[in-house]
Structure formats: C-alpha cells, structure tokens
C-alpha cells in the first residue's frame, strides 16, 4: 500500500500543475506551523481610532478596521482554515471509506440499505443541513465546525468506494483470502482498502477545496469562526464596511482562499490523472 501511495505521489508531481499545486499548500502549511510565534498578537488591537491602514511599514499587508495586522491574522487563519480542511477532510474520508467497503463486500440487504439512505442524505443540500446544525451553536467551535463538516460530506466518498469495491470483491486475491479462512473486516482491510486508496486520496484532495469555501462562506456569513479568533470568511465579513476605501482588508484574505483552492484542485487532478490508465 505504502509502495503504490509513493508511487501515486510521484506520478502526480511529474506533471507542472501538480508540482505548483503542492508547492503553494506546503509553503501554506509552513508558513502557519512557523510565523505565527514571529509575528504580533493576531488580537492586538494598538489604536481602533487610526482605523485600516494602507499596506507598508511596519505592517506590510496593512491593517483592518481595528488596526490590527493583517499579515498576523492571515497567516493565523491560515491555522485555522488548514486545519479544519484538513480534519474535516480526513473524517469524511475515514466515514465514507467505511460505509463504501461495508455497502459493497455485504451486498445484498444491506448494501441497499445503506445506499437508500445515502441517497436520500444527498438529495438534501449540504449547506441547508450545516445552517441547521450550525444555528443551533450561538458561538460554534471549531471542533464542533469539525465534526458538522465531516459528517455530512462522505456521501460521495462511500458511493465511490462502493463502486470499486464491488468491481474488486470477485477478484482472485479476494477469493484466495476468503478460502484461506479470512474475516471479513480483515479481507475489506487488508485486501480491498488498499485497492481503493488511490480515489480516495484523490476525492480527498480535491474536497480540501470544497472544505476552506464553505468554512470561508460559513464564518462570512456569521455561521462559522467566531470573533475575535481570525479566519479568512470572518476576515471578509469584517472588512464590508471599508471595502471601497480599504481594499486590501478583503483582497488579501480573498487571495488566500483563491490560492488554496486552486492549488489543492490542482494537485487532486494531477492526483487523478496518475489514476487514468489513458494517461499512464
């Protein structure tokens, strides 16, 4: 399993996209891990009289409508947004990873079961269940933003692996297994999850996108991070009363969401294209 993930790794960063793509998340992930010990209090507020200052000088992004750096508060939402893409992302993978290899191996009753009731969770549309969920917290954190996330994104992840389990479960390795007295939770963990790794990294990769905008959306729309813990939907939300006069308070917390997105599609699709026996 470790072989073919390190294989997958090296063919996706073979290609020019995928190499900028993960070059630009790993320089995130350090710069959040890293500067923010280097740099002021995120909350430091010096004088809210001065109001939002240009970019230069001591604080090079400028500051927001409270003076306070935004240069600090970017890169600690940076923290905050990774990781819940991150955490978030993982949980979904790990649930809907579980599912898939249960609906496929049983088959039968309960794969139709489980597959009616994954239907049924996918006609909803997830930000009507996450505004539900998130309305019932006055102030939600960010584990329990974790978990809302993570439990109503792996519909998709299961359905896929469903499908590739149910094309493997026939497979002579599979059949050797069983006639050689293996439990099924052995047979799904060691013989099939390996084999269906490769999507799921791949789903996985390109729902860290999906994951930063709706937790961007969510804190922007009041729903998400609260105050005064900085994140980059909140970052906006707090920069509408000065976006015409000050625009950097929203252009740079925006071009960080941008380039995060982007760069984590970019690695999934050079992930996926590794996948493609066309393009082998």
Known sequence: MRGSLVGLLRSALRSKAGRRGGFVLLFLAIAAIALPPLLQDPATIRDASLGA???????WLGTDVLNRDILARLVNGARISLAIAALAT???ATLGAGVGLIAGYSGGAVDAVIMRIVDAAMAIPRLFILLLLVLVWDRIPPAALILVIGLTGWFATSRLVRSETLRLR???FVTAAE???AQGWR???RHLLP???????VTATLGIGD????????????????????SWGGMILESRSVMTSAPWTAIFPGMAIIM?????NLVGEALRAALDPRTA
């Open 211 to 230: 994951v930063i905008l709706l937790e961007a959306g969510l804190s922007f729309l009041g729903l998400g991070i609260q105050p005064p813990t900085p």
């Open 90 to 92: 993982l949980l979904t």
């Open 187 to 189: 047979v799904m963990l």
């Open 170 to 172: 026939k497979e002579p």
């Open 179 to 181: 006639a050689l007295g």
């Open 260 to 264: 995060t997105v982007l760069s984590a």
């Open 195 to 201: 084999n269906v790794a490769g999507p799921i990294i």
């Open 53 to 59: 200052q240009a970019p230069g000088g001591e604080h």
